[in-house]
């Protein structure tokens, strides 16, 4: 099953991902990381497909992907 | 489960000090990612500017010199010449390659250096608190152009990959972006085709990247890449601005 690891110390909530995801399950969630940012994460791993379209725009490297 | 996508060694641990949504990120994964590919990290050495990139020795997992304000080809020049067997690229801003550097962009480009360099193209002082740079667009508003750059007294956008395309010893000059996933695959082949005609010896290579700046633009991060697109893309031309025909059979 596919799925996308956001790895929270890297993330700065800049949405990209969100913005780029073909099935929309990205979001900002109501988490912090330890800098403050609330943290992207994947709302919906059932539906992820592995695209790695997120990783790919993510400037920080936050996204690890599994397919 | 197999992992296809993961942090590539060509970077370390450290996270990135740039603001949220800044493409600088993107660009130094890419690059990091092509020495691992071409398995030449331990063999690399770069040379960071002064700028939002001023910071490179500390996300890079090769070697690192810092050079003054404009002078990282200089320095690279040094470097490469004592050293030929390394892999030498500079990473740099726009205001550090087309504005304080231009003298030695020019002439390391006129030389023929077998060095690497990335510009990074944003059209604006990142980390000084967004100045006019030579590159900012006509009409822009900038802390030191509030009313907009006015040609008639601040003069035109410089685009600077088509300056060094022009001069003989420049063997490969490509202007690229970062703005979606198409557009950063191509921009990570025009990198990989940089340091392979280092490798080569077939003369200077630059890869122009056109970044954003959402802090000092003032948009949020998915906006700044629309604005890019809209504004950006229409002056600064895309695509493989000059390949010798030694490149084209590499």
Redesign the interface.
Known sequence: ?P?AVVIE??C?????CV??CPKKIMAISDQTNEKG?FVATCIDQDKCI?C??C???????A????? | ????????KG?TEV??T?????????IM?LIAEVLEELDIIENTIGVSPVGCAGFSQDFFSCDFVGAAHGRAQAVGTGIKRALPHRTVFTYQGDGDIAAIGTQHAIHVAARGEKITSIMVNNAIYGMTGGQMAPTTLTDMKTSTSPFGRDPVTMGFPMDFPKVIAGIPGAAYVASVSVD??KN?QKTKNAIRKAFKVQQAGLGFSLVSVLSTC?TNWGL???DS?QWLRDNMMPVYELGELKMTEEVAQL
């Not at chain 1, 700065?12 to 990209?16: M, Q, R, T, Y």
């Not at chain 2, 489960?1 to 590539?8: D, G, P």
């Open positions: 099953m799925k110390k890297y700065k909530s800049c949405s990209l913005d780029i940012y592995g790695a379209l990783a790919t725009v993510c400037p920080d490297v996204i690890d992907v599994y397919k | 489960m197999k992992k296809v996508f993961s942090r590539t970077l996270p990135f740039f603001c949220p949504g800044c493409t600088h990120g993107t994964r979606s996933p950063i959402p949020t991060p998915v890449l």
